[in-house]
């Protein structure tokens, strides 16, 4: 095989800038790829288009297992898409309002609902956003806390789940990663073993009580309340709830779908694991049916309780699967630049370069940094995810640094930057369903989420000396008090003070 040299690592490197400079994916990862095909044409346009198209693209979308995953993400999107409009999750989510009787309890409410909506980012912001806003408004809560609260328990909670679409996606990535180096793993089990190191979203999930237990706030969102109280008090914020006349949702629409699903998958899983062992195909072909199950249960009861025909229920499903569209031609993009890499050998170039300065142990702390840079200047995690995994597995391989390890920083970092970033489309949809400033949401959950990612620095230094899966509760510990001694010398109860001065 030829030696490319320094030309190997154009591809990757050009993504990642287009990608920071123009924040546009699809474009980065479609320039980085014709990049890679030219370089291997010798820089012929016309040879370049064939090399691409029909050595890489075709030959990729050619592979099962990536035709499999494109047909389990279209099916995921089809009943994300039918549950958001049966209204069976607002239903779901309204059961946990009953009880709410106080500011704490109603955020507390705010970021069990989030938890309850697992399957889907987007989703959580739409469904918990609107269910809130008038209780955080009854409460005189600020909308930038709403805000936090929704978009701290979408993604983090989402790339938690493997049967997912975020799972789908990230086992596609890996499995991929891991064909161009030529390691023999598992996808389901990779992303198993990588499940303890995912830091960030367990630190950015559990950051959420521990900061409502002080009771207290710091930094602009402090601020935030404060401002909040000042404006209603004086009248400048009439911010009283909306009273909608909604549809009599029944939460029969949620529970049986869901149900649904989760026995179709113990059942088919089950008996695969009982009889000869459980494959990437079985995991694969399990999810999809599972879904797939789980909207004709849905379409059947928007048929029953709302009178819906069925051909309007597909027409849903149908719609939902046209969503997915733009995640699947990131995949297929990600799939090629992958490919290229691995015939200009960029990974292993990158190894040499490297050398012996870097201690392979340390390695996932780099990727972790750079992982966090990039996805704040993207706005992307899916894109930093798709980008980073072609280029540190190899590395990782060759250096002999823990790939699990590195895995989970990809998906650490991507995390980390994109909840930072004010260009993240969760970011904008959590401030949307809040209806507060864009602007503020970023500023005044800078700072919450900055902690999260300081600690996550901390446990990727823990586990270059020592790699265990129950670091992650030192760090939570570490995280707690850091919480409890910030709140105490930096805090405030805006609530408090507004008693005091209406006193």
């Not at 969760?426 to 900055?450: E, K, N, P, R």
């Amino acid at each position: 095989m030829e030696n490319y040299g320094f030309l190997s690592i154009l591809p990757p490197t050009l993504s990642i800038a287009l990608a920071v400079y123009t924040r546009n994916i699809v474009f980065s990862l479609a320039s980085g790829a014709l990049s890679g095909a030219l370089i291997i044409a010798n820089f012929n346009p016309f040879m370049a288009f064939a090399e691409i198209l029909e050595d890489h693209v075709f030959v990729q979308l050619a592979i099962p297992s990536n035709n499999q995953v494109m047909i389990v993400m279209f099916t995921i999107g089809g009943f994300i898409h039918m549950l958001d409009k049966s209204g069976g999750s607002r239903a779901f989510a309204g059961v946990m309002v009953k009880f709410i009787g106080s500011p704490v309890k109603a955020q507390i409410a705010a970021w069990v609902t989030g938890l309850s909506v697992f399957f889907t980012d987007s989703g959580n912001a739409l469904i918990v956003g609107p269910l809130f806003k008038p209780v955080f408004a009854e409460l005189k809560i600020c909308r930038e806390k709403l805000a936090y609260i929704i978009d701290t328990t979408a993604a983090p909670l989402c790339i938690l789940i493997p049967f997912v679409g975020w799972g789908v996606y990230i086992m596609s990535l890996i499995e991929n990663s891991y064909a161009a180096v030529g390691i023999d793993g598992d996808p389901i089990r990779v992303l198993l073993s990588v499940w303890p190191y995912q830091f960030y979203a367990f630190l950015a999930l559990i950051s959420i009580p521990m900061i409502l237990s002080t009771g207290r706030d710091f930094g602009p969102m402090a601020n935030a309340q404060k401002d909040y109280n000042r404006a209603v008090d004086t009248g400048k914020l009439i911010d009283v709830p909306e009273k909608k006349q909604t549809e009599n949702h029944k939460i029969s629409t949620v529970i049986l779908p869901l149900s649904v699903m989760l026995a179709t998958m113990v059942i088919y899983m089950g008996y695969f694991a009982y009889m000869e062992g459980i494959k990437s195909v079985h995991v694969r072909a399990g999810i999809c049916l599972s879904y797939l199950f789980a909207s004709i249960a849905c379409g059947y009861l928007m048929k029953k309780h709302q009178n819906k025909p069925y051909d309007e229920s597909l027409g849903l499903f149908f719609e939902g699967m046209q969503k997915l569209v733009f995640m699947c031609v990131i995949l297929v993009l990600a799939w090629t630049l992958s490919s290229l890499c691995g015939e200009l050998q960029t990974g292993a170039y990158l190894a040499t370069l490297i050398g012996d300065k870097i201690e392979p142990s340390f390695f996932p702390l780099i990727v972790f940094l750079l992982g966090a840079i990039m996805s704040f200047a993207t706005g992307s995690s899916y894109g930093t995810f798709a980008i980073l995994m072609i280029i540190v597995v190899p590395i990782a391989h060759a250096l002999n640094a823990p790939m699990v390890l590195t895995i989970a920083a990809v998906l650490s970092g991507g995390l980390f930057g994109d909840h930072t970033s004010p260009i993240s489309d969760t970011t904008v949809l959590a401030s949307m369903a809040a209806g507060c400033s864009h602007i503020d949401h970023v500023s005044t959950q800078f700072w919450y989420a900055l902690l999260n990612g300081v600690m996550t620095v901390l446990a990727f230094i823990v586990v270059g000396f020592y790699q265990s899966p129950y670091i992650i509760f030192l760090i939570i510990i570490i995280q707690y008090l850091s919480i409890r001694l910030i709140m105490k010398f930096y805090g405030r109860n805006a609530f408090e003070e507004k008693n005091t001065l209406l006193t």
